[in-house]
């Protein structure tokens, strides 16, 4: 099982707990899952950076996750 | 891994290759472009910080003989923002040309173009707009109130379920972890203050400026002092309703940005002057344009409590941090609120940041947006505790630093990074060991950024006698040009003297993000190494294809051909000059690119101390000495990487003790120039020392990590630190200009 750790926007449309655990091999199928059990989700997937077992991506799609593998949604991180 | 590498190019400081055209004045900047009939644009410019516009008429303007063109908001046809960023095209657009109300003083109403620039300014002054005045929006907490007057009626704060009423909150954001209550029941001491840093400017030497050619069918180039030309095509289309593939955008030479020129301002108007008028239109801002109407950094109002242990292990750790957006959303509250604990391994925190609307000038990235008010506030907590507990204040920052495996406060654990390398280089630094100056206080406190990946392309060109033509899409701001030279001549092992880099206009190359976020060194230069690992393996191939032998039996070594195991020993070596010579026979030219999406961008830190003293008569502070330590992964070009952390120290220092936007009550911004918007100049500043600490990232093929934010991050508490302790009481708002430090001591 994946940890997912949401941001606090997604937890207002989730009404979860911050914390899931997902079952995907993926950064697709995990996002996929997470959109089918909730679709206003995508949206806010779609502007987030995320990372993965400590890695930022500013835009994931299909990274490989393991079996214990944490993933935080976070805002995207621009600069000057 | 990078460390401990023998690098034969990478770790050398080779001459700039561009600096000979700038002492020399040949570099063509965003103002020095003039082409055949070319005429002059220029703005119509909002006297009111808030009011309704009822209309706007330039018939009178247009009349004038030698004016070719006129424009105002009927003119935009608007639309959806087609580039990188989320900031919303109509946020933008209305930022570039007032619709129904002006937001500012200063907000662009109307613009003209004409035969020259003196005509253009008397074509405005023909403009009639009537306006209904209203009341302006100008103080950050009194505009959090929900009764206060609105900026924008159709504002509600971004929460998953809409607001029932609209208010100036655009936005919130909130970090939290632990138990507040049990960690502050767990300290010794508690620091609770107010902090406060105003807005200021990225003081950018080169204003904004750019030449627009556009033709009948809507098509055509446009050059700009830009870093990002890319983003500026793209947000310059959408704006107009454009085909993106019929502008082609041509970055400059650029005189600084420090992210204040990852937006539009004049690009569009120009285009658009240009189009109507059938003739090139140069646009440059004058120095008072560039403070009353773009983007500075967020003025912030914080309310910090930690608690610490006797130890100086923090338990705890509130913070509520209020950030000027200006008259539109997106202040940078979201990464302030991710950075102000980042150093540290904080067991029980909370931070909520709010996105606040004001009649003020929108603002725009400054060098890592939104970590200097936040950290500033929260280093300037601990150094209070670090008193109170009777800790060096270097000491109670090891205690709590973050190292490899610390979770972040945003969420993710932190892979190697070199923060505590940074504190103990600190530590045994020479001049922290030399006493205090009399009469003055060392401050002491540290920085922290992400750093950014994102996209980048690179294409390699070998040339017909082997020497080595870079083309990216970066605009070089900070020197890259000269490190991209060096990877490339580190990956194909030839000497720099042979490669060049050139930035590529938006049909000469790929997809480059703006230069900024501290990526392109990082990002750019990893599209650079592969490309160039491309050639190798290209030039390979023409070798084994040369001796008859199979590729696995060729390798590469400095810069050349060489074979391998189970080839004939009489075979020689050959160079990237040969095999260029003899490219027809082997295939044609030899070239490569790369274009890709760059992750694993390293998190940078920093330890900056300084002494300062204060002249309690005058109010005047002197910087006596600055220490500056970041841990750059790896410097590619370590005299750039010093110039970084030197500039950022520099433009840190002028934030903590003079810039700041000074407004009337009416919302007029009061000075809107150099002589009295004071930025540091060389005999205010003592020789800023630095340290390169390079803890390899092991994301980057070099071990690079962005440097060109951190460096801005400490200053603010550091010389507030400095000055607190040597007037030994606490000044919380910046800057510590000679009014507000007489005020403070004479009580």
């Keep these: ?80 | 891994m990078a460390e401990a590498v023998d690098y034969k190019q990478i770790g050398t400081t080779p001459v700039r290759p561009d600096g000979f055209d700038k002492v020399t004045g040949r570099a063509q900047f965003g103002a020095d472009v003039n082409l055949p009939n070319m005429i002059h644009g220029k703005v119509l410019r909002s006297p009111h910080a808030h009011a309704r516009i009822n209309s706007v008429d330039v018939s009178a303007a247009l009349a004038m003989p030698g004016v070719y063109a006129a424009i105002s908001a009927v003119d935009f046809p608007g639309g959806r923002m087609e580039g990188e960023s989320d900031v919303s095209v109509d946020d933008v657009a209305q930022n570039v040309m007032a619709r129904s109300k002006v937001l500012y003083h200063g907000h662009a109403v109307a613009a003209v173009a004409a035969s020259t620039q003196r005509l253009a300014e008397q074509a405005l002054q023909a403009i009639k707009v009537d306006y209904e005045v209203l009341e302006p929006v100008l103080d950050l907490v009194a505009a959090m109130d929900p009764a206060a007057t609105l900026v924008n009626e159709n504002n509600y704060t971004a929460l998953a379920e809409r607001p029932e009423q609209p208010s100036n909150i655009a936005d919130v954001e909130r970090l939290e972890r632990g138990n507040l209550e049990e960690g502050f029941l767990a300290a010794d001491v508690v620091v609770e203050r107010e902090y406060k840093c105003p807005m200021a400017h990225q003081g950018y030497i080169e204003p904004h400026a750019c030449v627009a050619s556009i033709d009948e069918r809507g098509r055509g180039t446009v050059w700009c002092s830009t870093q990002g030309h890319f983003q500026h095509r793209a947000s310059t289309a959408s704006m107009l309703g454009k085909n993106m593939a019929d502008l082609k955008f041509v970055a400059t030479e650029i005189g600084g940005g420090f992210g204040g020129k990852t937006v539009v301002y004049l690009e569009p108007l120009a285009t658009l002057l240009s189009e109507k008028s059938g003739r090139p239109v140069k646009m440059a801002m004058s120095r008072e344009e560039v403070f009353r109407a773009t983007g500075p950094s967020s003025a912030t109002v914080a309310r910090v409590k930690v608690g610490l242990r006797k130890d100086g292990t923090i338990t705890a750790a509130q913070s509520w941090i209020a950030f000027e957006a200006g008259a539109f959303a997106g202040s940078p509250h979201k990464p302030g609120a991710m950075c102000i604990y980042a150093p540290y391994d904080i067991e029980n925190f909370l931070v909520e940041t709010f996105d606040v609307l004001v009649n003020k000038p929108k603002v725009a990235a400054y060098r890592a947006p939104g970590a200097p008010q936040a950290m500033h506030a929260f280093e300037c907590a601990l150094d209070e505790a670090a008193q109170l507990l009777d800790m060096d204040p270097l000491d109670l920052r090891l205690v709590n630093a973050a190292e490899e495996g610390t979770r972040a406060p945003y969420g993710p654990k932190f892979p190697p990074i070199g923060f505590k390398a940074c504190l103990q280089a600190a530590k045994a630094h020479p001049n922290y060991s030399k006493p205090v100056p009399a009469g003055a206080g060392r401050g002491v406190a540290v920085g922290f950024w992400f750093n950014a990946g994102m996209q980048s392309s690179a294409e390699v060109n070998i040339n017909e006698n082997g020497s080595v033509m870079i083309i990216e899409g970066s605009p070089d701001i900070g020197g890259s040009r000269a490190s991209m030279c060096l990877m490339a001549a580190e990956t194909l092992g030839v000497d720099y003297d042979d490669v060049r880099a050139q930035v590529g206009d938006t049909e000469s190359t790929g997809f480059c993000n703006v230069t900024g976020g501290s990526r392109t060194t990082f990002a750019t230069g990893m599209a650079v190494t592969q490309a160039c690992e491309a050639v190798i393996a290209d030039c390979k191939r023409r070798a084994a294809m040369t001796w008859g032998v199979d590729e696995d039996q060729v390798e590469w070594e400095d810069g050349q051909a060489i074979p391998g195991p189970g080839v004939n020993a009489d075979v020689k070596p050959l160079t990237l000059a040969e095999l260029a010579r003899k490219a027809g026979r082997t295939g044609g030219p030899i070239t490569a690119r790369a274009s890709l999406n760059a992750q694993g961008a390293g998190a940078s830190f920093s330890v900056n101390f300084a002494d300062l003293r204060v002249d309690r008569e005058t109010g005047k502070v002197d910087v006596l000495s600055f220490t500056a330590i970041q841990d750059a992964g790896k410097a590619i070009h370590p005299a750039y990487v010093e110039g970084q952390i030197q500039g950022g120290a520099v433009q840190g220092i002028g934030w903590a003790l003079n810039e700041e936007y000074i407004f009337d009550d009416n919302g007029v911004l009061e000075n809107a120039g150099f002589l009295d918007y004071r930025i540091p100049v060389a005999s205010d500043l003592p020789m800023i020392d630095t340290e390169i600490v390079e803890v390899a990232n092991p994301s980057h093929p070099f071990g690079v990590r962005g440097v060109g934010e951190t460096p801005i991050v400490a200053p603010l508490a550091v010389c507030a630190n400095a000055v607190s302790r040597s007037l030994d009481m606490r000044i919380t708002e910046l800057p510590m200009s000679p009014p507000r430090l007489l005020d403070a001591i004479e009580g």
Aim: aromatic share 8%; hydrophobic share 50%; no cysteine.
């Design chain 1, 1 to 80: 099982m994946v940890r997912v750790v949401l941001s606090n926007p997604m937890l207002a449309v989730t009404g979860t707990a911050k914390e899931l655990d997902v079952v995907a091999a993926n950064f697709r199928q995990l996002t996929l899952a997470l959109i089918e059990q909730w679709p206003p989700l995508a949206e806010l997937i779609d502007s987030s950076a995320v990372a993965i077992d400590g890695q930022i991506y500013q835009d994931a799609f299909a990274e490989p996750l393991q079996e214990q593998s944490e993933v935080f949604f976070m805002p995207r991180i621009e600069g000057g």
